[in-house]
């Protein structure tokens, strides 16, 4: 559907002006796509609801994985491109709805992740002492929106902790759970957690797979990085490395999953050093229920087999586990945003396969998807950067053949916000947040220190920036 035959097309006194709502890498990638191309003049506005851009590359990759981290400054690099502005602190569908924010621009992208942990169904799992992967992970990370009093009393009695999942979630908050202050000590997380994390009385650590190590969805360098562990020792029963056939043939056919196997295959004869705590990981192991009255005091499991199908199928045979803590790291889902459908069976934005959104089965113009926001909680990094090209391609396509046309004058949406008593954070904003974490993090010898309180991100910004 050609959206309005006289609109002229877009040129460089007035460009295409594309909203990307959600400044993490899916995000970022999108707008680096859009600037790298000539065909269509663009002008992006880059919003995050935080002060802060790169989204879970800051708040979703373990502060201990310094490496991958250091993706933010390839991601930077998008981010100083011209044609880009990045406006944090502005909340679409509370600082201004998606209608109001469609009459600004000529297209959307939404790339704005999934936010929430999916649930387990299982009696107990509201407890005290039982917390979501994502709940702990954006605590560590240091995320304005943590609840930091349920995470730390939960950790303050933490002696035994469970994780449920074998996914590289699970590995991420084992491990960092599992570490020496001394070993965090060097890395961004905020002051407050690395002091929880020192005083949490962590004796052992056990992470559950309810099907076998053939079928889990950990990779090979994260799983093999528990071995590098300074105060740590992994342990697997080897009776849950042995395998039925399908799972041998899943192991020949699989790279991954053959390396993973030699990998735990080289911790079964493992035995525990006096001074280091366990860290466990059992397979074929599924939650029942929680057992606790005012918090969790263990975990009953029951062992399972996988059926021809893949599927886990429960054997009957229980046992109960002492757990303080239990963390569950089932995977994410998406949330949805006012004004914009929701598949809520699988928490993604329906679209037609590249990145269109669909609304009542049909492209909705102008409107397009990109990241964990389109296909689920899936892949690395990297993978968003294919994905978001695969968008922007549909994106551009419609603006060359025309279906997707520039609106005439439109109201520039920074100057609105501001009107509206906004605060958007730009980008000079944000370096000056920059700037600050990198001084708090030099005055205790590290390279940097996450703020984690959103006003002193933003005192932060007033403070080099006096308005
Ligand atoms: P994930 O890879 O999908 O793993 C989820 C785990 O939860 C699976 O082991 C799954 O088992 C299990 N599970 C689901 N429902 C369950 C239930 N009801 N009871 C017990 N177990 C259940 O998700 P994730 O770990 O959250 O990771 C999300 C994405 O981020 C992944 O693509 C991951 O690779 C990526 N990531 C990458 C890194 C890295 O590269 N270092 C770090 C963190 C995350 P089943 O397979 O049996 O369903």
């Known amino acids: 559907m050609v959206l309005d035959d006289a609109a002229p097309p877009p040129s460089t006194d007035r460009p295409l002006r594309v909203a990307i709502i959600g ?73 201004l709805s998606l209608d109001e924010l469609r009459r600004h621009v000529d297209a959307v992208v939404y790339t704005y992740g999934a936010a929430l942990d999916r649930r387990l169904g299982i009696p107990g799992e509201e407890l005290p002492g039982s917390l979501a992967a994502t709940d702990v992970v954006a605590w560590y990370c240091g995320h304005p929106d943590a609840d930091r ?92 490395l042995e395998l039925d056939p399908g799972s041998e043939e899943r192991a020949a056919a699989d790279r991954v999953v053959g390396r993973n196997l030699g990998v735990l295959r080289g911790w079964a004869e493992h035995a525990l050093d006096a001074g280091r705590i366990p860290l466990r990981l059992r397979f074929f192991r599924r939650p029942v229920r929680l057992h606790g009255d005012d918090r969790v005091t263990a975990i009953e499991i029951e062992r399972t087999a996988v059926d021809g199908d893949g599927r886990a199928v429960g054997t009957g045979e229980l046992e109960v586990l002492p757990a303080d803590l239990v963390v569950r790291s089932v995977g994410y889902r998406g949330t949805p945003l006012p004004g914009l459908p929701l598949d809520e069976g699988n928490g993604t934005v329906p679209h037609d396969g590249t990145g269109r959104v669909l609304r009542d089965g049909r492209p909705s113009t102008g409107e397009y998807v990109a990241g964990w926001i389109k296909r689920g909680p899936t892949g690395v990094v990297g993978t968003n950067k294919h994905d978001a090209r695969e968008t922007v391609d549909a994106l551009l396509a419609d603006a060359v053949d025309g279906t997707l046309a520039v609106r005439g004058d439109v109201d520039d949406l920074v100057t609105t916000l501001q009107a509206r008593g906004a605060e958007p954070v730009l980008l000079e904003d944000w370096r000056a947040i920059d700037a600050a974490e990198v001084a708090l993090g030099a005055s205790r010898g590290r390279a940097r220190t996450t703020m984690h309180e959103r006003e002193a991100l933003l005192a932060a910004v007033r403070a080099a920036a006096p308005r």
């Open 23 to 95: 400044a993490g890498p899916a995000g970022i990638f999108a707008a680096d796509a859009l600037t790298r191309q000539t065909d269509v003049p663009v002008a992006i506005d880059l919003i995050d609801r935080l002060p802060t851009p790169f989204g879970l590359v800051r708040h979703g990759i373990a502060p201990d994985h310094a490496k991958m981290r250091a993706i933010r400054e390839t991601l930077h690099r998008s981010l100083d491109q011209p044609l880009v502005r990045f406006v944090g602190n502005v909340e679409i569908g509370v600082d």
């Open 149 to 240: 009093t349920r995470v730390e009393a939960a950790l303050a009695g933490a002696r035994s902790v469970v994780v449920i999942g074998v996914g590289n979630v699970a590995l991420d908050v084992a491990r960092v759970l599992a570490r020496t202050p001394e070993e965090l000590e060097p890395t961004d997380m905020p002051q407050h957690v690395l002091d929880a994390l020192a005083a949490a009385p962590v004796e052992q650590v056990t992470v559950l797979g309810r099907r076998g190590p053939a079928q889990a969805s950990f990779t090979t360098q994260e799983l093999r990085e528990l071995s590098d562990m300074a105060g740590a020792t992994v342990l697997v029963d080897p009776v849950d």
